[in-house]
């Protein structure tokens, strides 16, 4: 069983529509949770970033950790053909060195105008 | 633009032949890390550096080396290529080993 699993996808929408994207992890030392974006032949990019328990908004995008659960969510409002692009969900433990970032797979997300 | 630079952005390499992959920031972040990207395996870290002078193994260091002179610079090298290398390579830095990593975009290396 990998530490972090999420759905590849492909996840199809149409505009304007609320996207649910989730990861669900099996290490509970896990502090700290990310969500990245990935365009096509670039770079990851951060998101969102959290610690701990708990809710952030940040525009369009939330972000929920749920530590009890093993589980976390990335909320997208009023999707736009722009949010097409691979997630990635990240996490780490809480390191005095080294915080090496366990990632999911991604979630293929298309949204369609 | 401050970010992190990769050279080269791709490359066609002949089994067996050296390789060096480069990675320059400018953030003056002190952590910095290589992970290679495949389909269906995600992100893997290869190798990391927590501070100039010190690096460490990550996930899948085989075949790879890496050094760390200075804190803007952390090339990765493959001594060998060999065909199960192929893959898409991703530098990052983060300020310390618990802040969120930054990436560049990635050197896609082929080797035949």
């Known amino acids: 069983q990998k530490e972090v699993e999420q759905d590849p996808g492909p996840l199809s929408v149409p505009e304007g529509a609320i996207v649910s994207l989730n990861c669900t992890y099996s290490?509970?030392?896990?502090?700290?949770f990310m969500w990245y974006r990935q365009y096509s032949r670039k770079g990851p990019e951060l998101l969102m970033y959290t610690y701990s328990s708990g809710n952030k908004e940040d525009g369009r995008f939330t972000a929920q950790v749920d530590k009890s659960s093993k589980y976390i969510s990335l909320f997208i409002r009023d999707s736009q053909p722009s949010d097409s692009a691979t997630y990635l969900c990240a996490m780490s433990l809480f390191y005095n060195q080294g915080g090496k970032l366990i990632f999911g797979q991604g979630t293929e997300l298309s949204v369609k105008p | 633009i401050a970010g992190i630079t990769q050279a080269p952005t791709s490359q066609i390499l002949a089994a067996g032949r050296r390789m060096t992959l480069r990675c320059t920031q400018d953030?003056?972040?002190?952590?910095m890390y290589w992970y290679r990207q495949d389909l269906g395996l995600g992100l893997r870290l290869i190798h990391y550096?927590?501070?100039?002078?010190?690096?460490g193994k990550g996930e899948v260091p085989d075949g790879y080396s890496v050094s760390r002179a200075n804190t803007d610079d952390f090339p990765l090298t493959l001594a060998s290529a060999v065909p199960s290398q192929t893959s898409v390579y991703f530098c990052a830095s983060s300020a310390d080993g618990n802040q969120p990593q930054h990436f560049g975009d990635g050197t896609r290396l082929s080797i035949l």
């Open positions: 290490n509970s030392a896990f502090q700290y």
């Open positions: 550096s927590n501070t100039a002078g010190t690096t």
């Open positions: 953030m003056r972040h002190n952590a």
